[in-house]
């Protein structure tokens, strides 16, 4: 990992907002895709020893992602992603919520706000997460902040090994 990208992980438990900030050195239009298309989000966003697989992706406003993270022991925890926002390549919003097999949600959720910019070959992702709850905030925190560095650190060697090839 490249000690000299930026990252910031930012909890404001009165906003119920997460905020995360990182950089990468990869041109902004593949990190965009690493984030928006399912090949690629399948190959990075699960913490290990984890993985993830998407049913189904429609990206484009009002579109939804269905996926699940599973388990070593093939336990399956799903959850769907309603696109309610796309500028391409610059910034795409979504409201996320775990759901059951079936895509039936369990409310609340959260709304992602993603942002992409690139300087001197370095691309930065910006990323302002809203809970509707504060005791889901509260519940989810630990294994989302370990698991969420864990991801983006597995997108980190994924972009590398996109760009040397």
């Known amino acids: 990992m490249n000690s000299n990208l930026f990252f910031d992980f930012t ?3 009165a906003a119920k907002m997460v905020y995360i900030t990182r950089e990468f050195e990869a041109d902004q239009s593949l990190v965009w895709d690493a ?3 399912a090949e690629l989000i399948d190959r990075w966003i699960a913490p290990a020893p984890m993985t993830a697989k998407t049913k189904y992706q429609d990206f484009k406003v009002g579109g939804k992602r269905f996926y699940a993270m599973i388990s070593p022991e093939g336990m399956e925890r799903w959850a769907i992603q309603e696109y309610t926002s796309i500028t391409p390549k610059t910034n795409f919003k979504m409201y996320n919520a775990f759901a059951d097999k079936d895509e039936n949600p369990e ?11 690139e300087q ?46």
Do not use: A, C
């Not at 990323?127 to 997108?155: A, D, P, W």
């Open 11 to 13: 909890v404001d438990k």
């Open 120 to 165: 001197d070959g370095r691309t930065k992702v910006s990323i302002s997460i809203y809970n509707e709850s504060f005791e889901r905030l509260e519940r989810l925190l630990e294994g989302f902040t370990q698991g969420m560095k864990m991801s983006l650190s597995n997108l980190e060697s994924l972009l590398t090994e996109l760009t040397q090839k």
């Open 35 to 37: 984030f928006t298309k």
């Open 107 to 117: 409310l609340p959720g959260s709304e992602w706000d993603h942002n992409f910019s």
